[in-house]
């Protein structure tokens, strides 16, 4: 089964695809997205240490985050290279309204189980939809070198993405991780129209 049809049976269930003009802006600022996805691959390095340490307790946050970890830190030097490569450099971190707004939807308190679900499912999605871009980018940018580097990350993020699903619902119960999920489906396709399409976002 190649990537796409599996992609069809287990993912993405986003409900709002990307506003077809983000991949033509994109194109025009590669330089800028380059710069904005290092701090992306950045992020989600740190974040998935953060949810190790502060998870301390879940064996299994630890065996499937670590490697995750070195990954994404991987995927940042990449992201460094194609940079430089092609005479652009690392600017100011932006602030990921984004990811912001993510944050506002995670249902604070309850039991640590609880908690971890949310942090993984807000994981999940953010893989999701970083997957959905990196195929538009690997199918439309004009650099044949990006758009293979761009096809493997679409794979990858697409692996994270059903690891953190699967490990919540392992954590929190299937029925409880599944009502949820779609909860944030919602929010997400909400989020994703109200922000602006911007030449120097990955999301």
């Not at 679900?117 to 070198?145: G, P, T, V, W």
């Not at 990006?146 to 619902?169: D, P, T």
Request: hydrophobic letters at 40%.
């Amino acid at each position: 089964m190649n990537w796409e049809e599996s992609t069809k049976q287990k993912m993405l269930h986003l409900q709002l695809p990307t506003d077809p003009r983000w991949v033509d802006i994109a194109k025009m600022n590669i330089g800028e997205i380059l710069i904005d996805h290092a701090y992306c691959e950045q992020k989600a390095a740190s974040s998935c240490i953060s949810l190790i340490v502060n998870f301390y307790d879940f064996q299994e946050v630890e065996d499937l985050l670590t490697p995750i970890v070195a990954e994404e830190w991987g995927h940042f030097e990449r992201v460094l290279y194609h940079l430089k490569k092609r005479g652009y450099v690392l600017a100011k971190p932006r602030k990921d309204e984004y990811v912001i707004k993510l944050n506002e939807f995670i249902k604070k308190g309850g039991s640590r189980e609880h908690q971890l679900s949310e942090h993984l499912l807000m994981n999940a999605l953010i893989e999701a939809r970083s997957c959905e871009r990196f195929k538009l980018l690997s199918s439309q940018i004009n650099d044949d070198e990006l758009q293979k580097f761009y096809y493997e990350l679409m794979i990858s993020e697409a692996g994270h993405y059903v690891n953190f699903i699967e490990l919540a619902r392992k954590i929190n119960g299937k029925e409880s991780v599944n009502a949820r999920w779609k909860e944030w489906l919602a929010y997400e396709a909400q989020v994703i129209e109200n922000l602006e399409i911007r030449s120097d976002r990955m999301h």
